[in-house]
C-alpha cells in the first residue's frame, strides 16, 4: 500500500476524531507490526457509506485505522429508492465494503415521505439519518462516522447564509453531535476536501458512484430544479472564487471552527440563563396574581393536559389554572440571551418559532408599558401568552402562561 499524502492526511484526521471519542488503541498487541484480528467483543464503529467518493474513502482510511487500533469497523448502506437504480447502487456498495473487510455491512431499505412539505431533499436527509442511527443503536455501535468534507463544510456555510443568515449558518456543520443517543462524528470535516477523497478512490482501485443529482456532468450553469446545494458547489463557488480571486472554500470552511465555539458558548450561557430566569409559579402565589387585572383572567382557566405543559413550569393543582412561570429579571438579561430564552419557551410550549414573534415580545417584555398582555403563536392546541402585570408603584413583574387553544 503507498501512503500518499492524502491518505496520511486523512488516517490521522480519523485517528484524531476516534481518539477525541475515547476510542484509541485496545491493546498493545496492535503496536507491534503484523496483521491482528479485533477482538468480536471490541468496540464497533459504523460508516455510514452512500457509494459516493466521499463516504467510500472514509470507509477505506477507517478500516485501515480501526484494524491497527484493534477496533470493529462496519458499514451502514442506507437506500432511499429514489431512483430506479438505487437497490443496485447500495449492493454494488455493500460489496465494495465486504471487500475492504468491513463487518458488519448492513443495507436498509427506506421509505422517503414529505407530509410536512419540506422538500424531498430534506426529507430524504431526515429519513436517512433516522435510518443510520436506528442502525447504529441495533448493531451497537460506539459511534457512527460521515463522510462530511472540508468542501461540504463550506457549502453548507453557504446554505445557512441563503436561507438564515445568522451565527448558527457561519457555524457550520459540528464535527461531532450526538442524535438519539448516537454518537455522530465527522472526521473530513476540518481538513480534508472533496479532492483528497478522490484521490484516495483513485488510488486504491475504488469505483464510487455519482448522484445525478449533483450535476457534475453538466457543462454549463445548473437548471433551477436541482438541489440547492449542487448549484452551490457547481456554479456559486466556481464564480465567487473567480470574483474573490482566492479559494472561498477554504476560507468560508476555515472559519466555521471559530464560529462553532462561538455559537456553543453562547447557546451555553443561553441555557443557563433560561434556568435562572424561567422559575415556576408555586400554589401559594396563584392567589396573590388572581389581584392582577391582567392575569385575573388567565388564571382562572380551566383544563391542561399534561401534554401541553413545559416541563419547566410547574403544575398548579386544584387552582384551576394552566402553567405559570415568572420570568426573574429579564430586562436584565442581554439582547442575544433575551431572544434565546424566548426561543426556549415557544419551543418546549409546542408553539411555532417566528422570529418576528420573539423580536416583537422583547420589545413588548423589555419596554415602557407596565402592563398588558402579548398572546404567542398558537401550536398542537396551545398558546403561550407573556403578561406585564404592573404592581402599583413597584416594577413591572412578567410572566409566561401556557394554554389550551379554543378548537372551536
Not at 123 to 132: D, F, I, P, S, W
Not at 386 to 397: I, T
Request: proline residues 6%; aromatic residues 6%; hydrophobic residues 40%.
Amino acid at each position: 500500500m503507498v501512503y500518499s499524502p492524502q491518505l496520511k492526511k486523512a488516517i490521522g484526521a480519523v485517528k484524531d476524531s476516534l481518539a477525541h471519542a475515547g476510542l484509541g488503541l485496545q491493546s498493545r498487541l496492535f503496536a507491534s507490526h503484523g496483521r491482528h484480528n479485533p477482538a468480536p467483543d471490541a468496540p464497533l464503529v459504523l460508516v455510514a457509506c452512500s457509494g459516493g467518493r466521499d463516504s467510500l474513502a472514509l470507509a477505506y482510511v477507517a478500516r485501515i485505522v480501526c484494524a491497527s487500533w484493534g477496533i470493529r469497523c462496519g458499514a451502514a448502506i442506507i437506500d432511499h429508492q429514489l431512483q430506479a437504480d438505487s437497490g443496485q447502487v447500495a449492493d454494488q456498495t455493500a460489496e465494495q465494503c465486504r471487500k475492504l473487510g468491513l463487518a458488519p455491512v448492513v443495507v436498509r431499505k427506506v421509505q422517503v415521505k414529505d407530509p410536512h412539505g419540506q422538500g424531498m431533499e430534506a426529507a430524504a436527509r431526515q429519513t436517512r439519518y433516522q435510518a443510520l442511527t436506528d442502525l447504529a443503536r441495533h448493531e451497537g455501535s460506539r459511534c457512527l462516522l460521515l463522510a462530511h468534507t472540508f468542501t461540504d463544510q463550506a457549502e453548507t456555510v453557504a446554505l445557512g447564509l441563503l436561507r438564515h443568515p445568522d451565527l448558527r449558518a457561519l457555524a457550520g456543520i459540528p464535527a461531532r453531535t450526538e442524535k438519539d443517543s448516537v454518537l455522530i462524528l465527522r472526521p473530513f470535516l476540518k481538513a480534508i476536501s472533496r479532492q483528497d477523497t478522490e484521490a484516495i478512490c483513485r488510488a486504491a482501485g475504488l469505483a464510487w458512484w455519482d448522484d445525478p443529482a449533483n450535476g457534475e456532468a453538466s457543462l454549463g450553469p445548473l437548471p433551477g430544479d436541482y438541489p440547492l446545494r449542487s448549484r452551490i458547489r457547481q456554479d456559486f463557488f466556481p464564480a465567487l472564487n473567480a470574483f474573490a480571486g482566492s479559494d472561498m472554500v477554504k476560507v468560508w470552511a476555515g472559519a466555521t471552527q471559530r464560529n462553532q465555539e462561538d455559537f456553543d458558548y453562547l447557546e451555553s450561557q443561553a441555557d443557563t440563563a433560561f434556568q435562572a430566569c424561567c422559575q415556576p409559579v408555586k400554589q401559594a402565589e396563584l392567589a396573590k396574581l388572581a389581584d392582577l387585572p391582567e392575569l385575573e383572567e388567565l388564571t382562572g382557566q380551566t383544563e391542561l393536559s399534561e401534554q401541553a405543559k413545559l416541563p419547566e413550569l410547574a403544575e398548579l393543582p386544584g387552582a384551576g389554572a394552566g402553567a405559570v412561570a415568572r420570568l426573574v429579571d429579564y430586562p436584565s438579561y442581554h439582547r442575544a440571551l433575551r431572544t434565546r430564552i424566548l426561543y426556549r419557551l415557544l419551543e418546549r410550549s409546542g408553539s411555532p418559532i417566528k422570529e418576528n414573534f420573539i423580536l416583537q415580545a422583547d420589545a413588548f417584555l423589555v419596554g415602557p408599558r407596565r402592563s398588558g398582555l402579548l398572546p404567542g403563536p398558537g401550536g398542537e392546541g396551545r398558546r403561550l401568552t407573556l403578561v406585564k402585570a404592573r404592581r402599583q408603584k413597584a416594577p413591572s413583574d412578567i410572566y409566561a402562561y401556557l394554554s389550551k387553544v379554543s378548537q372551536s
